[in-house]
C-alpha cells in the first residue's frame, strides 16, 4: 500500500514578469525535463513552442501532466533540418532552448551512430534555424556534465574553461555539440557584432537531474520506483559510482536565469555554464538509492547487477562557482531535500493527485525558496 504524504498548502506569489508574452522555442518538450520546463514557462505567462518526437516511455510525464495545450505542439525530428527550420520560422521565437538529445550512455554503445546524428547534427540544425529565423535574441544549448575530460578527479569539479572529452559516445556527442555551440558563437554570433546580430548564445552543463515523472530506461530512480513498487530489490551497476545529484527544478531554474540574462544583457553572459550541485550533494549511487528507499518507506535492499556493463564515470562533479558569482544562481534543494521531493510527487500522483497540479505546486515550493535566498542574500549586502 503506497503511504499518502500531506501536502502543504503553498501560496505562490505573484509570477516574474520577464517571461510574459516571451516567444520561446523549446526542443525537446515531450521529455521529462521539457515537460517540467514547458510547465513552469507556460506558468509564467510565456507562450511556448515545442519541438520534439513523441514521448518514448509508458507512462511518461508529457501525456500524464496534461501538457501537450500548454504549448504549439510539434512532432518532429532535430534530424529533419528542414521541418526544424520551417516550424521556428513560423513561429518566430526570440528565446531558443535546445533539449532534445539522446541522452543516455547505455544507448550510445547500441547506436553511436545516432548518438552522434542527434546530438551533434542536431545541434548543427538547431543553430542553422535559428540564424535563418531573424527574430531570435537568446540561443541555450542544454549539454551535460559529461562534457569534460573525465581524469577521475576526486577534490576538486570541472570548471567551464577546462579540456573537453568524452570516453563513450554520448559524452563525446555532447562534448561535440558544446564545439559546434562555441564555432557558430565565434563565426556568426560574434561579439563583436552584437549590434547587428543581437543574438546571444550560451549552453549549459547540469548534473543527474532526478524529479518526479521520470520513467526514463536505465535510470537510478525510476529504477528505484519500479523495484519499491514490485517488490523487489533495486539492481545498480556501479553503486560506488559518485555523480552530481540535483531536483530538476535546479537546473531548469538555471536555464531561465541565464536566458534572461543573456537577453537583457548580450553577449556579457555567452559562453558555458556549469548549473550544477554544491559539492556535498556529490553522492554515490548506492548511498541515493538507499536514502530514496528509505524516505519511501520502503524496506528493499540494493543489490550489484549481475553480467558486465560498458564503461562509465566513476567519479564527476562540477564546480558553480562561476554561476553563483556571476550569474547568482544557488542550488536551493539539497540532495536529501531533493530526493524528499520526489518520493512525495510520485507517491500522491500514485494516490491519484492531478500530475500538472503537482509539479506546479512544486513550483511554487521552490519560488518561494528562491525569493527567501535572495532576500537573505540582499540582507547581507
Not at 527550420?85 to 533539449?99: D, G, N, Q, S, Y
Not at 545541434?123 to 573525465?150: F, M, P, Q
Not at 556535498?280 to 528493499?300: I, M, Q
Request: aromatic share 10%; charged share 25%.
Amino acid at each position: 500500500m503506497v503511504r499518502s504524504v500531506v501536502l502543504p498548502n503553498i501560496q505562490t506569489s505573484k509570477r516574474p514578469t520577464f517571461w510574459r508574452g516571451k516567444r520561446v522555442f523549446l526542443t525537446g518538450h515531450t521529455g521529462f525535463k521539457g515537460t517540467w520546463l514547458t510547465i513552469w514557462l507556460a506558468s509564467m505567462g510565456a507562450k511556448v513552442c515545442g519541438y520534439a518526437l513523441k514521448p518514448d516511455t509508458r507512462p511518461n510525464l508529457f501525456t500524464l501532466a496534461r501538457a501537450k495545450p500548454l504549448a504549439e505542439h510539434n512532432i518532429g525530428d532535430i534530424r529533419n533540418a528542414s521541418k526544424l527550420k520551417t516550424v521556428m520560422k513560423a513561429f518566430r521565437p526570440e528565446v531558443v532552448i535546445h533539449l532534445a538529445a539522446q541522452p543516455l550512455v547505455r544507448q550510445s554503445y547500441k547506436d553511436p551512430a545516432e548518438t552522434f546524428q542527434v546530438n551533434v547534427q542536431g545541434t548543427v540544425n538547431l543553430l542553422e534555424a535559428a540564424r535563418s529565423c531573424g527574430t531570435v535574441r537568446v540561443i541555450l544549448n542544454v549539454t551535460t556534465d559529461k562534457v569534460y575530460e573525465n581524469l577521475e578527479h576526486h577534490n576538486k569539479g570541472y570548471r567551464e574553461g577546462e579540456k573537453l572529452g568524452g570516453y563513450d559516445p554520448y559524452s563525446a556527442s555532447k562534448a561535440c555539440s558544446e564545439i559546434v555551440t562555441a564555432s557558430y558563437r565565434n563565426s556568426f554570433f560574434n561579439a563583436n557584432d552584437y549590434k547587428k546580430h543581437k543574438v546571444a548564445v550560451a549552453t549549459a552543463r547540469a548534473g543527474n537531474v532526478i524529479g518526479g515523472g521520470d520513467w526514463a530506461e536505465d535510470r537510478l530512480i525510476p529504477d528505484c520506483v519500479d523495484a519499491i513498487l514490485s517488490g523487489k530489490r533495486v539492481e545498480i551497476r556501479n553503486p560506488n559510482a559518485t555523480r552530481p545529484w540535483q531536483h530538476v527544478l535546479e537546473p531548469l531554474s538555471g536555464y531561465l536565469l541565464l536566458c534572461e540574462k543573456l537577453y537583457i544583457n548580450g553577449t556579457k553572459y555567452s559562453g558555458a555554464w556549469n548549473i550544477g550541485p554544491d559539492s556535498k550533494d556529490c553522492k554515490p549511487v548506492g548511498w541515493v538509492a538507499s536514502k530514496f528507499c528509505g524516505l519511501w518507506g520502503s524496506e528493499e535492499s540494493c543489490a550489484v547487477q549481475p553480467g558486465r556493463h560498458p564503461h562509465e564515470a566513476h567519479f564527476l562533479k562540477l564546480d558553480n562557482s562561476k554561476a553563483k558569482k556571476l550569474l547568482g544562481w544557488y542550488p536551493k534543494w539539497d540532495i536529501e531535500t531533493a530526493l524528499e521531493k520526489v518520493v512525495e510527487w510520485n507517491i500522491n500522483v500514485l494516490n491519484g493527485y492531478d500530475a500538472r497540479e503537482a509539479c506546479l505546486r512544486q513550483i511554487g515550493e521552490y519560488e518561494q525558496m528562491t525569493r527567501r535566498g535572495a532576500d537573505v542574500r540582499m540582507r547581507k549586502k
